[in-house]
């Protein structure tokens, strides 16, 4: 037979329970409320910092990949000519003198529409705006903060990889999203400051591209990562 200690002490084990589930209730809450009120810019730069597996290139030869990434806290330029390498018709007569003309895809690394899939889901006309929209983006400061990533002012003091990223561009109707960014590893290598010479001379391990679709609850899903080590 239970006495009434027994029955208090079972009392007391609901309502710990209760209590904790409903805290949890209130946390997940709390997060869906705070990701729908993010930004889609800010959106995806969580989803790349947030998942190791796309930082798989730092565990290329023989490397251990970090559980931390340290981002640099100012945005690369785009590398626009993957979105499309001919002309888009803005040219000045003096760039269309200038400058080589086409770099033929195949000789590309980092081209975007080798797969089949990738290259049916951009008509020409968005591979053009992509590249004058990634073209004009300008190198901004960010904060970012994650439980497994953080931006930094500087390199220098990071023992192994980190990393510098592009401003997401999105397509035109806002379904695809893009990311770039370049992977630095500081083994073995005087440190130069990717602000004081080309990024080869400061120790770059790698490139990084990824496409984003939007789905239907407004989240995003990688479709594509591609890595070009160096």
Not at 100 to 109: A, I, K, L, M, T
Not at 130 to 144: D, Y
Request: glycine content about 6%.
């Amino acid at each position: 037979m239970e006495t009434a200690s027994d029955l208090q002490i079972q009392k007391r084990g609901f309502q710990h329970s209760n209590i904790m589930k409903v805290a949890l209730l209130i946390f997940l809450v709390i997060q869906t409320l705070h990701l729908q009120a993010q930004t889609p810019t800010q959106k995806i730069y969580h989803q790349t910092f947030a998942d190791p597996s796309n930082f798989t290139i730092m565990s290329e030869m023989e490397n251990k990949q970090p559980e931390y990434i340290f981002v640099i806290d100012s945005t690369l330029s785009w590398p626009a000519n993957i979105f499309w390498s001919g002309w888009t018709g803005d040219e000045t007569l003096l760039e269309i003198m200038t400058q080589p003309g086409e770099v033929h895809e195949s000789y590309d690394p980092d081209y975007l529409y080798r797969d089949p899939v990738i290259y049916r889901l951009f008509s020409a006309k968005e591979r053009v705006a992509l590249r004058k929209r990634a073209g004009a983006m300008e190198s901004k400061k960010i904060s970012l903060k994650g439980k497994n990533y953080s931006t930094v002012n500087s390199g220098k003091d990071i023992k192994r990889f980190y990393v510098m990223t592009s401003e997401p561009v999105f397509t035109t109707g806002g379904n695809y999203a893009f990311i770039f960014f370049e992977t630095f590893d500081n083994d073995d290598q005087p440190y130069v400051s990717p602000d004081d010479g080309p990024p080869y001379d400061s120790g770059i391990f790698g490139l990084t591209t990824i496409i984003f679709k939007k789905q239907p609850d407004q989240s995003w899903k990688k479709i594509k990562l591609i890595n070009h080590l160096l």
